[in-house]
């Protein structure tokens, strides 16, 4: 399931906004307020349909206030969230103000959920029913307050099993806790220990672990074993040599390595049946996906996403100008064609078609297109900021020699 289109009306600041999502990246960029969160949120309100129609899951709908767009002292009669599949099912959720006739008459006809509760149920509920094989479409959203993790103390509750509609638990919270990851990952590593003692074999492994692992092995190559220890009970890894607590690493490990362990492990969850559980067909929202990385990481953060888990559709929000030159690094390998350069930088980049990207400029919850259709590259203005400051240092240094030249001058 990837998404093709989003239309917003009197959504919150935004009066109406459509827009064409990337088959494998989005990415929005602009300053604070500018619209790039309402976005996320809104794509996640739509998603949240989904979630509800299936069994033992709930999706998140609006806010009792707030989503409703004001202008002055006044609220518009509705906001609506709409989406379209590519595959072309098309489906809406509208809010009304109140229940007034005049609301009423102002509010435009809806799509309703029927064309995605049908597809839900051709694809998921019918499948399931009649115990047979299907693939569970995953969806996920990552806000800002990822960097918080919550890992458990004790063991205190812990559920003794796991259905794969789990891995849609919370999923569009943006609050995730990795609390549910930790939880899972525990529980894995116990049933693959007896898996191991019953067999005799340490080479004995679980499919789903194994995805985890994987991920967490392309993504950050310095990073090994992965593991839950008792006592005290804690995630442990190994980095550089050294067995560390997770919460003992840097904001920025903590930030990233958290995602990629909560998106893994919701993979291997929702579709264990998956020679390669990574894979599987999924929708991602990731707010400021930059947040508290290095530079160096910015630099390659998509590709590794890109890579491990190649088949999800990545929807971004960024105000990194690192991000976005990676990008166009990516779509330029693209344009250089399979044949090896002699590069080896070069050649290690992951290609990017244009036609897989898309990337927006949002300004009052407006957006312009920043990828530039006869090139097929991203706009360079949007460094506009970053490039401020390099013509406010330029200037100084021109002030510099200006007043060298001049003491010169009067000797």
């Given at each position: 399931m990837h998404l093709d289109r989003l239309r917003l009306e009197n959504f919150r600041a935004c009066e109406q906004l459509e827009i064409e999502l990337g088959r494998r990246l989005t990415v929005l960029l602009g300053n604070n307020g500018s619209g790039k969160t309402s976005v996320l949120d809104g794509i996640a309100i739509g998603l949240g349909a989904a979630l509800t129609h299936l069994p033992s899951v709930s999706g998140i709908t609006f806010r009792k206030?707030?989503?409703?767009?004001q202008q002055g002292n006044a609220l518009a009669p509705y906001t609506r969230v709409a989406l379209t599949l590519r595959s072309g099912v098309k489906w809406d959720r509208i809010?009304?103000?109140?229940k007034s006739k005049a609301t009423i008459a102002a509010t435009p006809k809806a799509t309703g959920l029927k064309e995605l509760e049908a597809y839900l149920d051709g694809t998921v509920i019918?499948?399931?029913n009649a115990e047979e094989q299907y693939d569970l479409p995953l969806v996920a959203y990552y806000g800002v307050s990822r960097a918080v993790l919550q890992v458990p103390l004790r063991r205190k509750g812990f559920p003794k099993s796991h259905t794969r509609m789990e891995a849609l638990e919370n999923a569009l919270e943006a609050h995730s806790s990795f609390k549910s990851a930790f939880i899972w990952f525990y529980n894995k590593e116990n049933e693959e220990s007896r898996l191991q003692k019953e067999r005799r074999?340490?080479?004995v492994t679980l499919k789903e672990l194994d995805a985890v692992r994987s991920a967490i092995r392309q993504v950050f190559p310095d990073i090994s074993n992965p593991h839950i220890e008792a006592n005290p009970l804690r995630l442990a890894v190994t980095l550089n040599?050294?067995?560390l607590d997770l919460m003992q690493l840097s904001d920025g490990y903590k930030t990233l390595l958290g995602l990629v362990i909560d998106l893994s492990m919701r993979m291997g969850l929702a579709n264990p049946h998956l020679s390669n559980p990574l894979s599987a067909e999924a929708v991602v929202m990731i707010d400021e996906v930059d947040l508290h990385l290095h530079p160096s990481w910015q630099r390659r953060?998509?590709?590794?996403l890109l890579r491990t888990f190649s088949n999800t559709q990545f929807i971004l929000t960024t105000h990194s100008p690192f991000i976005v030159e990676a990008l166009n690094n990516h779509l330029k390998?693209?344009?250089?064609?399979e044949p090896a350069t002699g590069d080896q930088e070069i050649d290690h980049l992951m290609p990017l078609s244009s036609d897989d990207v898309r990337a927006y400029l949002m300004e009052s919850s407006a957006k312009h297109s920043l990828v530039d259709e006869e090139t097929g590259l991203v706009d360079d203005t949007l460094l506009m900021h970053f490039n401020d400051i390099n013509v406010l240092y330029d200037r100084m240094r021109d002030i510099e020699w200006n007043r060298m030249d001049d003491q010169h001058r009067s000797v």
């Open positions: 206030t707030g989503d409703i767009r809010q009304r103000r109140d019918d499948p399931l074999s340490f080479d040599g050294e067995t953060v998509l590709a590794d390998r693209h344009q250089l064609g």
